[in-house]
């Protein structure tokens, strides 16, 4: 019996040989998931509820980051405080999928990279086939689950793509976010975005933009804000006041408070397009 069991042990892939995986936020830990399959589950580094850009490591979770091998993150433009704690980490790799040179790239209206590109699904369905590459160069016995599961991954995304932008055909109507943060999404669906309140790292804005964004909304030129999970809805309140804004629901950007499961991106798109879509449904 124990010669049988010694015999089923070596005969299966051992867990043990997979790579231990860190990722910054959800949507990347929920692609990196998709691509590991069942052979493991990558951790993710920001905290339910948490600001992504102000991402400073707890003992734990350096713990955490000390135990991997791969760390999957957009880069030091979302999470500089990220940037500090692994280079301190011996013999970690690391994956900045903001720094692929296929990777659409857009700059915030005041300057400056806009670092939320996983809004835009043509780069995730790209960043699939990086991180199997990356994935396949520590573990090379497993290469070609990598690769299968991020072309069934990439399918996924194609058809998701396909529904959100035929749902989103119908939003005409001009919006203003919190934070600057959706470009990547409103670009590829073509919407009628008037930008956000708040800069790109969600400072707060100064009194021009906020004088240029009531003028706007005061002559009917923006229908709908939108505040931001993560962010005090004060300013889009105020706002709002004495004008016909329509204020949505609060929009995440990031999906702070999903778990990092494979459909974690798929949910997170799928919440945004839903919560837009009230602008164009609103009474």
């Given at each position: 019996?124990?010669?049988?069991?010694?015999l089923?042990?070596?005969?299966c892939?051992?867990?043990?040989?997979?790579?231990?995986?860190?990722?910054?936020?959800?949507?990347?830990?929920?692609?990196?998931?998709?691509?590991?399959?069942?052979?493991?589950?990558?951790?993710?580094?920001l905290?339910?509820?948490?600001?992504?850009?102000d991402?400073?490591?707890?003992?734990?979770?350096?713990?955490?980051?000390n135990?991997?091998?791969?760390?999957v993150?957009?880069?030091?433009?979302?999470?500089?405080?990220?940037?500090?704690?692994?280079?301190?980490v011996?013999d970690?790799q690391s994956?900045?999928?903001?720094?692929?040179?296929?990777?659409?790239?857009?700059?915030y209206a005041?300057?400056?990279i806009?670092?939320?590109?996983w809004?835009?699904?043509?780069?995730a369905?790209?960043?699939?086939?990086?991180?199997a590459?990356?994935?396949?160069?520590?573990?090379?016995?497993?290469?070609?689950?990598?690769?299968?599961n991020a072309?069934?991954?990439q399918?996924?995304?194609?058809?998701?793509?396909a529904?959100l932008?035929?749902?989103?055909s119908?939003?005409?109507?001009?919006?203003?976010?919190?934070?600057?943060?959706?470009g990547?999404?409103?670009?590829?669906?073509?919407?009628?975005?008037?930008?956000?309140?708040?800069?790109?790292?969600?400072a707060?804005?100064?009194?021009?933009?906020?004088?240029?964004?009531?003028?706007?909304?005061?002559?009917?030129?923006?229908?709908?804000?939108?505040p931001e999970?993560?962010?005090?809805?004060?300013l889009i309140?105020n706002?709002a006041?004495?004008?016909?804004?329509?204020?949505?629901?609060?929009l995440?950007?990031?999906g702070?408070?999903l778990?990092?499961t494979?459909?974690?991106?798929?949910?997170?798109?799928?919440?945004?397009?839903?919560?837009?879509l009230?602008?164009?449904?609103?009474?």
């Amino acid at each position: 019996m124990r010669a049988l069991v010694l015999l089923l042990a070596l005969s299966c892939p051992a867990l043990a040989d997979v790579p231990q995986v860190q990722t910054d936020i959800p949507p990347v830990a929920a692609l990196v998931a998709q691509v590991m399959g069942d052979l493991g589950s990558p951790g993710v580094l920001l905290d339910k509820g948490g600001d992504e850009h102000d991402l400073h490591l707890r003992p734990s979770q350096m713990r955490a980051l000390n135990g991997a091998q791969l760390l999957v993150w957009i880069g030091p433009e979302l999470t500089p405080g990220l940037d500090t704690a692994r280079q301190s980490v011996p013999d970690l790799q690391s994956l900045a999928l903001l720094d692929d040179p296929a990777t659409l790239r857009q700059d915030y209206a005041g300057g400056g990279i806009n670092p939320h590109a996983w809004l835009d699904p043509t780069n995730a369905s790209r960043w699939l086939d990086l991180i199997a590459q990356r994935l396949s160069a520590l573990d090379p016995d497993h290469a070609a689950i990598y690769a299968a599961n991020a072309a069934a991954a990439q399918a996924q995304i194609a058809a998701l793509d396909a529904d959100l932008a035929r749902q989103l055909s119908g939003l005409t109507q001009s919006f203003v976010t919190y934070h600057d943060a959706y470009g990547y999404f409103t670009a590829h669906y073509h919407l009628p975005s008037a930008g956000g309140l708040a800069a790109g790292d969600a400072a707060a804005p100064g009194a021009a933009r906020l004088s240029a964004l009531r003028a706007q909304a005061e002559q009917g030129q923006i229908a709908c804000a939108f505040p931001e999970a993560q962010h005090d809805p004060a300013l889009i309140t105020n706002l709002a006041q004495g004008t016909a804004l329509f204020i949505g629901p609060p929009l995440d950007p990031v999906g702070s408070t999903l778990d990092p499961t494979p459909q974690a991106y798929a949910s997170l798109m799928t919440a945004l397009t839903q919560s837009l879509l009230t602008c164009a449904n609103k009474p």
